[in-house]
């Protein structure tokens, strides 16, 4: 199957700085995916959904200005954390579908474990 | 507003046994419903997807139904594994506004014991 991969894998800061998460496809090409944050015992919600050469749509409560959203190419999506604090620690996960995704299974990365400290 | 709705929250079961996960969401109004599996600290894995003109599907030991109307599911394991220990994750696709959307359950954690 397709493969998504996202680096870093793990990330430890320091309150008030930024962090980047990348999420790549590597085998195909996707004009759109998504992020996700997972926290403890619950369940994935999506953050934005990142479309390429255009603007990210973020979900209800999501803030923009917090989480920047970078989808430059048909194969890479950046998030941004800026101004991380201890709040913002949680796991994130990008998926993206192949072709005419509302028909196919979206492909996950193996998500990127952001603690702020 | 979508809402999904898993159960049991947790499952134990000894190797061998057969066991069913159940789903249920709020609206039916759903393009598809997938079954993921996530192990601790890691992504999602697709184990089966199921179109809203599908009644079910079948990938080797799992078998997964869809009734649409009724706004459920089933993922039915035969013949558990240890190696199936895992948290099991529902997730049905709406239309989102000017996007699809994807929502989750809260996933069923399974453990099988050897």
């Known amino acids: 199957g397709a493969v998504v991969s996202q680096h870093p894998s793990r990330v430890i800061c320091k309150s008030g700085t930024s962090v980047k998460i990348e999420c790549r496809s590597l085998?195909?090409?996707?004009?759109?995916m998504f992020w996700y944050r997972q926290f403890p015992k619950q369940s994935l919600m999506l953050m934005a959904t990142s479309n390429e050469g255009s603007k990210a749509t973020y979900e209800q409560g999501v803030e923009k200005d917090k989480f920047l959203i970078n989808h430059a190419s048909l194969t890479l999506s950046t998030l941004t954390v800026t101004s991380a604090h201890p709040e913002d620690s949680s796991f994130y996960i990008c998926s993206a579908p192949t072709g005419s995704w509302y028909q196919e299974t979206q492909y996950f990365g193996p998500g990127t474990r952001l603690l702020v400290l | 507003k979508q809402e999904v709705t898993q159960i049991p929250a947790a499952l134990s079961v000894p190797e061998g046994e057969n066991l069913v996960l159940n789903c249920s969401f709020t609206d039916s109004a759903i393009y598809n419903l997938q079954w993921f599996r996530q192990d601790p600290g890691k992504g999602l894995t697709s184990l089966l997807l199921?179109?809203?003109?599908?009644r079910e599907q079948t990938s080797g030991r799992l078998n997964a139904s869809l009734d649409k109307s009724s706004g459920r599911s089933t993922l039915y394991i035969a013949a558990s594994q240890p190696g199936d220990s895992a948290t099991y994750l529902c997730a049905v696709l709406n239309s989102g506004g000017s996007n699809y959307k994807l929502t989750f359950g809260k996933g069923t954690l399974l453990t099988v014991n050897p």
């Open positions: 085998d195909f090409q996707a004009t759109t």
């Open positions: 199921i179109q809203s003109s599908q």
